[in-house]
């Protein structure tokens, strides 16, 4: 399977085959898309809760760890990088990862520091000779401010910017005797990253049990996300 994408078809025969387990319930190809659509947003709206999670723990914020850097590589198809207007002013309508600062043609990922700690730096003529990094702080809703011991930086400051969201889902189908069957044609597919395929397929169990109000297929979602949990905490 592709690094990014995740078939809908796969996805669908696993979930009716979990939720007909028992003779527990039926999802309508309708009620499928819906609760599918549900799942890939929510865990791509985790993996911004689970990036700010990993980034507020990091000491070092500009040495990115395993699971930092697992959680940008999941959002790569929604990133690019933007010029911070003046050094200053960051794009709007998205959002914005690491900060880079080009020095002496090279790009590197700045540190975010406070205003009080580079006041400080710079206002000690001891520490402001060791002063050769190049960090930012926040000021106010989409602005930043990048300093260097010598003075603010106001060009050569991007940002990785990210925009968009994955695009709607679709199980295509054709009637035939009376019963759905897959069309792959009609069909639109997950845009978020393979190894989300067992979350995904717990997710629209969570919401199938919820919509047809059976406590045992919602338990048993939950068990089966317990478990996955355990196993990712492993690694």
């Known amino acids: 399977m592709a690094e990014f994408g995740i078939n809908i078809d796969t996805v669908y025969q696993t979930v009716q085959a979990l939720a007909n387990k028992e003779q527990r319930g039926y999802l309508t190809p309708q009620e499928f898309n819906l609760f599918a659509n549900q ?8 993996y911004f809760y689970d990036l700010g999670a ?3 723990q990091s000491e070092d914020m500009h040495v990115m760890g395993d699971a930092i ?3 940008y590589n999941k959002l790569e198809p929604w990133l690019s990088i933007q010029v911070v207007s ?3 002013t960051l794009p709007p309508d998205g959002r ?8 002496n043609g090279i790009r590197r990922t700045l540190r975010l520091g406070d205003q009080d700690e580079i006041r400080n730096l710079r206002g000690s003529r001891w520490h402001k000779a060791g002063f050769d990094e190049t960090i930012y702080f926040e000021d106010g809703h989409n602005r930043i401010q990048v300093w260097t011991g010598a003075a603010q930086v106001t060009s050569g400051v991007t940002c ?3 925009v968009g969201r994955p695009n709607l889902v679709y199980w295509g189908y054709v009637i035939v005797n009376e019963k759905p069957m897959y069309n792959p044609t009609a069909s639109a ?3 978020i990253h393979s190894n989300d395929q067992t979350d995904l397929i717990i997710k629209i169990l969570k919401l199938a049990g919820i919509s047809i109000e059976d406590d045992q297929l919602y338990g048993m979602a939950e068990a089966e996300d317990g478990a996955n949990t355990q196993q990712e905490n492993k690694h």
């Open 39 to 46: 799942a890939q947003m929510d865990i791509f709206e985790q």
């Open 160 to 162: 990785e910017h990210i």
């Open 189 to 191: 597919h997950f845009e």
């Open 86 to 88: 003046g050094g200053t």
């Open 69 to 71: 850097a697992l959680l």
């Open 96 to 103: 914005n990862g690491r900060i880079f600062v080009n020095r």
């Open 54 to 56: 990993h980034t507020a």
